[in-house]
């Protein structure tokens, strides 16, 4: 199955919630147990599924769609 390129803007979302929290990417990668590198590819909109998984949840977000949205709770 051919690969479908990710042009949502998501990394550019997640970039921005990070950074209206006052994280690095340093901090972002720790709280999530991720390396700085894979937040860095995951601003590119890049990476796993499992790493957005980690990303988001640290900043207490989901992903719906293909929108970012604050987790309710």
Do not use: C, D
Not at 48 to 56: K, Y
Request: charged share 20%; hydrophobic share 40%.
């Amino acid at each position: 199955m051919p690969k479908l390129p990710l042009h949502f803007g998501l990394g550019s979302e997640l970039r921005q919630h990070r950074r209206q929290r006052r994280l690095t990417q340093g901090q972002l990668a720790e709280a999530a147990g991720l390396s700085m590198p894979t937040v860095r590819l995951l601003e590119a909109t890049r990476g796993t599924l499992a790493s957005w998984n980690a990303a988001l949840a640290a900043l207490k977000l989901e992903l719906a769609g293909r929108n970012i949205y604050i987790r309710e709770g």
